[in-house]
């Protein structure tokens, strides 16, 4: 079972968008193993963006996710990790194909609401960054054996 790490980042709080989001990984038939509102620090976000240090919109990005509250998520399931990117859809929510969070609700690069890890690997280092180890809650849906979440 794969975990990734998806944050509503500080334009999804200011827009109420939360449950909306929330809603799409539900109803896909993940589920939610952590969960906490936080307003990041510079050297959470730093690491949290450290692939990015040296690009052109990385002080910008630093801003724009200290600047409000995120809500930080553990979400689990079947290839959750390329599941959940490709819920958001790309990056840039103005290429964002409807139907995906980005393309339904952004016009923005930078404010495109949510972030998801991009691998295995990177979602298992980015849940050690958010969260420890005692605030991940494993548990069982009823439903399991009807959305697939575990068998193929
Ligand atoms: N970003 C930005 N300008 C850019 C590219 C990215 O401000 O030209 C921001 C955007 O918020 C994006 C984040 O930096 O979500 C991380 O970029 P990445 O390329 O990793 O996109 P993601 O993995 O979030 O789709
Ligand atoms: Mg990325």
């Known amino acids: 079972m794969q975990r990734t790490l998806v944050l509503c980042k500080p334009d999804a709080i200011h827009r109420r968008l939360v449950g909306a989001i929330v809603q799409r990984l539900e109803n896909k038939g993940l589920r939610l193993v952590a969960a906490k509102l936080l307003h990041a620090n510079r050297a959470l976000a730093e690491r949290h963006y450290a692939v990015h240090r040296g690009k052109p919109f990385y002080e910008s990005l630093l801003n724009f996710i200290t600047s409000g509250p995120t809500l930080a998520m553990v979400w689990e399931g079947r290839e959750a990790v390329q599941v959940v990117r490709a819920l958001l859809g790309p990056t840039d929510g103005v290429k ?41 809650v494993a548990w069982e849906p009823c439903d399991e054996r009807w959305t697939g979440a575990t068998a193929g």
């Open 96 to 136: 964002a194909p409807p139907g995906t969070i980005r393309g339904d609700f952004s016009l923005s690069v930078q404010n495109n609401l949510v972030h998801a890890s991009d691998s295995p690997e990177t979602a298992e280092q980015e849940i050690a960054l958010w969260f420890a180890p005692e605030e991940l």
